[in-house]
Structure formats: C-alpha cells, structure tokens
C-alpha cells in the first residue's frame, strides 16, 4: 500500500478500501511467497478505482489473479454501456495495467480488458530464488 501512495491519488478510498487492499494482498503473498506485492497492490486499486468511477453504472467489474496464466491478472469492466466520472482516474488505470482492450461482444454488451503482467517476482527482479 505503501508503494501506491507515492504514486496515485488515493482520496476517494476509504479506510477500509485501502485496509482490503493491503490484507487482501498480504493474503495473497502469504499463499504464493514469489508475488510482487506492490503489483498485486496497484491491481487490486485498480480494481476498485474502475467500481468507484463505474459506480450507479449497470456494468459488471472483476478480476481474477494468476489468470490467463500464472504471472497475470486482469481485471474486465462489462456493460451495455460503459461510461465513468473520473477521466483522471481512468487514466491511472489504464497507466498501470501493462495493457488495455475495448471490445464489443455478441450480447450487446461492450468489454473493457486491463491485463496486469508481473504479478511474480522472478530470479533477477529483487527475489534471487528467496522471495521473503
């Protein structure tokens, strides 16, 4: 969590949004030791960046960790119409994502993909095979 303050604007969390993020990302390294928890951070504020500025909206948002594979996670915003309030924090978003994707699907709805790549630390990265 630390790493996100230096970073981003954190005002519309509450405190209970910024303690998610940390245990939730606690949690997460202490089941797979080679996460980059600062990673998994900037993820999981994503995640609830894009529910605050789709929030009143009639659009689905979720993510999965270590999926597609083991290194990713992504997050998708789904709606028949996707709009938001905050630009700026849009833009962050898509900032920390390592890539964004909008597409229209066969229902009708629209998909938007923000894929988050080095969610593990590997040899070389700070871990040298002991990731604490």
């Known amino acids: 969590m630390e790493a ?7 005002s519309f969390l509450n405190s ?3 303690k998610w993020i940390t245990d939730t990302a606690d949690d ?3 089941k ?12 999981l504020y994503s995640y609830l960046a894009l529910r605050h500025i789709t929030k009143g ?3 689905k948002v979720k993510y999965e960790l270590f999926e597609p594979s083991k290194n990713m996670g ?5 709606g ?11 833009k962050t978003v898509t900032a920390l994502a390592t890539n964004f994707e ?14 988050f790549h080095k969610l593990r630390k590997k040899r070389g990265d700070g871990c040298n095979g002991k990731c604490d």
């Open 4 to 10: 996100l303050r230096n970073q981003i604007d954190l």
């Open 57 to 59: 909206r009639n659009v």
């Open 16 to 18: 209970s949004d910024k």
């Open 80 to 90: 028949r119409k996707i709009d938001y309030q905050n630009s700026k924090v849009f």
């Open 74 to 78: 992504y997050i998708s915003v789904t």
């Open 28 to 30: 997460v390294l202490k």
């Open 102 to 115: 909008a597409y229209p699907k066969t229902n009708g709805t629209v998909q938007l993909n923000f894929t």
């Open 32 to 43: 797979n030791p080679d996460t980059d928890k600062a990673r998994i951070c900037q993820m």
